[in-house]
């Protein structure tokens, strides 16, 4: 378990522009991918693997991203 709950779902709603996550949890190596995205990794076909500074700015962005979440839904 390396996102809690609220995080892997906010993590798949933001990359996906959905409200609704999946039943299902994806994959460590797809959700490293997107946490590089968040962080400005291009994920382009001729693209090193993501670094350890693009994945800890992506971090960043998504720590941000769940404790939003978490604010607006604490009053329901």
């Known amino acids: 378990m390396v996102l809690q709950p609220v995080e892997w779902q906010v993590l798949y709603c933001r990359v996906h522009r959905t409200t609704w996550p999946p039943d299902r949890v994806s994959s460590l190596d797809q959700a490293v991918l997107w946490i590089a995205t968040l962080g400005g990794y291009l994920n382009r076909r001729n693209d090193p693997p993501p670094g ?18 978490r604010i607006f839904n604490s009053g329901q």
Do not use: K, N, P
Not at 52 to 69: Q, S
């Open 52 to 69: 350890a500074t693009v994945i800890w700015r992506g971090f960043l962005v998504l720590h941000e991203i769940a404790e939003m979440f």
